[in-house]
C-alpha cells in the first residue's frame, strides 16, 4: 500500500513563497497603472480591527498544524510498534495501519496461514453481496390442511439460516462453549401450524437442504475437526447445527432437522407420520415460515463467536447470489472476484473455505490489511467483531488494559501452530488497523506477541493534535 510522504516543510516552503511572488508581481503592474487623478472614496469612519500578529514565523511548519500532527502520530505510532515487529520471525506476518496509511509491516506479502481470520474476508464480500438487511426463511410447504389433517408429506425447507435453533441450544453448554448470539427460534414454526389448528400430518416432515449442493465439509477440514462442533457438517437446513442434547452429531443435517422438528410437532400434539428427506414440489402451499435476523447480525454470529458454519453456508449463499449455484467452489470464486475488484492484493493467495478451518487456506497480511483498510470500526463486519472484554465472544478474556477493553475490536484464529488476531482500535481520534498471523514456532508463544502489540497500542496514545500544533498569536 503506498504511503503518504513525511517530511513536508520543503513542499510548505515552496508554497509559502509562491503568494508573495504573485503580490510582487501585481505591485510591479500597479505601478505604471495608477491614473493621475482619483477621486476620494466617501469616508467611512467605521474603525478596522487588524487580527492579531502571529507569532509563528510564515515559513514555519506549524503554518500547516493537521499535516505536522499526522506526520508526528504517524512517527509515534512505528517507534511504539517497532518491539512488536522485531518479534516477527521469517514464517509469520504484520501490517499496522494508522489512518488507512500503512505506518509499519513485516513480511506483509508473505503467504500464511491464516486459520479463522478468513472470515474477515467472507465478511466483507457477504455484505457487500447480499447487502445489510438480508434475512434467512425457513419455511414449512405441504397440503393446506383439512379440518386440521394435512394428507401428505409436509416439507420443512432450509433458506441457509445458520442458527434456527431449539431454545435449549441457546444456552452454554458442554457441546457449546459460546452458544448462538442472535439464534432463530425454530419452535415459532412448530407453534404456527398448531395455532392453525393442524392435528395430524398423514405423511412424513420431510426436510430440503436443496437450496445448496450435498458437499458436507471442506477438503481440507481433518477427520479430528470433522468429529468436533467446530466442524460440523454444511447444509442449507440446519436446527441446532446438527448438534443432539447427548452431544452427537448428525451427518446429514436436513434430516436431522426433519427429525427434531417432527418432535416439536409431536410436544404440541400434532400427530406425524414419521420424518426424512426430499425436495419439495412446485406449486405447494407455505403453511409457516420463520425469518432470521439481518445479515449485520448474523456476521457479529459469525466473527464474535468464530461460528465456522455461519461461515460456510455464507460462502454456498454467495455463490447463489451471484451464481445461482449454492456451492463452495462458486461462492469462493464470487470471493475472488469480489476482491480483485476492489484492487486488493491476492498474490499468493489460495481460499479453500469460508471459514479458516482448512490449513490449505494461504493469506497474506498485505490482503488481510486491504481488506480491513476498505471498511470501518464502525460499519457491519468491523461492529461484528469480538470486542475485548465482550461476554461470549473469543476475546472476553483478552486486553484486560484500561484503554484496549471495549475498545480493541479483533478477530482471532488458531489451529495447531497458527494463531492471528486482525481488526481495529480507535487511539484518541485516529484508527489504527492491525494484521498479525503467527505461523511456526511463534505461534506457540502468542501470548507474548499480543502483549507486545498491547503495549504498542497503549504506547500510541497521546500523540499530537492539528490544535495543538496550530499557529500562536503574538
Not at 520543503?10 to 508554497?15: D, F, M, S
Not at 433458506?159 to 435453533?165: E, H, K, N, Q, R
Not at 452429531?249 to 426433519?258: G, R
Not at 461484528?384 to 472484554?389: P, R, S
Request: charged share 15%; aromatic share 4%; with cysteine.
Amino acid at each position: 500500500m503506498a504511503r503518504r510522504a513525511r517530511r513536508p516543510v520543503a513542499a510548505l516552503t515552496v508554497l509559502a513563497l509562491i503568494p508573495a511572488v504573485g503580490l510582487g508581481a501585481v505591485a510591479w503592474w500597479a505601478n505604471g497603472k495608477v491614473p493621475e487623478e482619483v477621486s476620494a472614496a466617501p469616508s467611512d469612519t467605521t474603525p478596522v480591527v487588524q487580527p492579531a500578529a502571529m507569532a509563528t514565523p510564515l515559513l514555519s511548519i506549524r503554518r500547516s498544524p493537521t499535516v505536522l500532527a499526522a506526520d508526528r502520530r504517524h512517527d509515534l505510532v512505528a517507534a511504539s510498534m517497532a518491539p512488536l515487529a522485531d518479534g516477527i520471525d521469517a514464517t509469520s506476518c504484520l501490517v499496522i495501519d494508522l489512518d488507512d496509511q500503512q505506518v509499519l509491516g513485516r513480511n506483509a506479502d508473505l503467504a500464511v496461514i491464516p486459520a479463522s481470520n478468513v472470515k474477515i474476508v467472507t465478511a466483507a464480500v457477504a455484505l457487500d453481496v447480499l447487502g445489510a438487511g438480508t434475512t434467512f426463511t425457513t419455511t414449512v410447504v405441504g397440503p393446506a390442511p383439512v379440518d386440521g389433517v394435512i394428507d401428505g408429506d409436509v416439507y420443512l425447507v432450509g433458506g441457509g439460516d445458520p442458527v434456527l435453533s431449539e431454545q435449549w441450544y441457546t444456552q452454554p453448554s458442554s457441546s457449546r462453549k459460546r452458544p448462538p448470539l442472535h439464534p432463530t427460534d425454530v419452535n415459532a414454526l412448530a407453534d404456527a401450524l398448531k395455532n392453525a389448528g393442524v392435528t395430524r400430518i398423514t405423511g412424513k416432515v420431510l426436510g430440503d437442504g436443496s437450496r445448496y449442493d450435498t458437499e458436507a465439509h471442506p477438503p481440507g477440514w481433518s477427520n479430528d475437526i470433522q468429529a468436533t462442533a467446530d466442524g460440523v457438517p454444511v447444509g442449507a437446513l440446519v436446527i441446532n447445527d446438527s448438534i443432539s442434547q447427548s452431544g452427537g452429531i448428525a451427518k446429514d443435517p436436513a434430516a436431522s432437522a426433519a427429525k427434531t422438528f417432527a418432535g416439536l410437532l409431536g410436544d404440541r400434539g400434532v400427530q406425524v407420520g414419521g420424518s426424512g428427506t426430499g425436495t419439495a414440489p412446485g406449486g405447494q402451499a407455505v403453511l409457516a415460515s420463520v425469518q432470521s435476523a439481518p445479515l449485520t447480525d448474523l456476521l457479529n454470529e459469525m466473527l464474535a463467536t468464530s461460528d465456522n458454519l455461519s461461515a460456510e453456508m455464507l460462502v454456498k449463499e454467495i455463490g447463489v447470489a451471484v451464481a445461482q449455484q449454492g456451492t463452495r467452489a462458486a461462492g469462493l470464486q464470487a470471493i475472488s472476484d469480489r476482491l480483485t475488484q476492489w484492487g486488493v492484493p491476492m498474490a499468493g493467495v489460495h481460499l479453500t473455505d469460508g471459514s479458516g478451518l482448512s490449513r490449505d487456506n494461504q493469506l497474506t497480511c498485505a490482503t488481510l490489511s486491504a481488506v480491513l483498510t476498505r471498511g470501518t470500526p464502525s460499519d457491519p463486519v468491523g461492529n461484528g467483531l469480538a470486542i475485548a472484554g465482550q461476554a461470549g465472544s473469543t476475546l472476553a478474556d483478552a486486553f484486560p488494559q484500561p484503554g484496549l477493553t471495549g475498545a480493541l475490536h479483533g478477530k482471532t484464529g488458531t489451529l495447531t501452530g497458527v494463531k492471528s488476531l486482525s481488526g481495529y482500535v480507535m487511539v484518541g481520534s485516529d484508527e489504527i488497523d492491525f494484521v498479525l498471523i503467527l505461523n511456526g514456532a511463534s505461534a506457540a508463544d502468542y501470548q507474548v506477541t499480543w502483549d507486545k502489540l498491547a503495549a504498542a497500542l497503549l504506547a500510541s496514545a497521546g500523540g499530537p493534535t492539528a490544535d495543538s500544533l496550530a499557529p500562536v498569536a503574538s
